[in-house]
């Protein structure tokens, strides 16, 4: 997949252009950087709000009414444009589908998705949440699209 997921478009903020994004992934949304929105390409020309709640303006979106026309539209990156992740961390994006086994090669699911809770970030797998944590997870593959998850620590039957 070549476009990464920053957020999205949330309420206007101010008169300028300018609002909230919603599910932001902050690495993602830097000054001068551009993303998607369906078709269109913007430059990032403000910046604001904090990691957790940013605010941003886009170039060419001067008014609150342009910023309320884009309200709910996903803000895609180019993969391409994005830092390199640290060791041991995927974008959730590269996760989804993977097949989940057991050590024993038992298939436990499909990765549907992977949602952060307080503690740490999950992998959906079917009922089963699988903790992104070493003791769970023994091993990840994106080439071969699969993850071997310890399942003793999990509590899931082997047979």
Sequence with gaps: MSLLNAG??????????SFHVTRPRAMLLELG????????????????????????RLRGIDD???????RD???????ADAPPLPEGEYW????EGCVVLTP????????QAMRALPSCEVLEVGDLL??????????????????????????????
């Design 104 to 111: 024993e090669g038992r298939q436990l699911g499909v990765v």
């Design 33 to 56: 950087g551009v993303v998607r929105i369906g078709a269109d390409a913007y430059e990032i020309v403000r910046r604001a709000g904090t990691d957790e709640r940013p605010i941003l």
């Design 130 to 159: 699988v903790p992104m944590v070493r003791d769970a997870v023994m091993s990840i593959d994106l080439d071969e699209r699969r993850i071997v998850v310890d399942s003793e620590f999990l509590g899931v039957e082997t047979r």
């Design 8 to 17: 999205r478009v949330g309420r206007p903020h101010g008169l300028d252009g």
């Design 64 to 70: 609150r009414a342009g910023a309320e026309a884009l």
């Design 92 to 95: 959730p994006e590269d996760l």
């Design 73 to 79: 539209g996903e803000l895609l990156v180019e993969r």
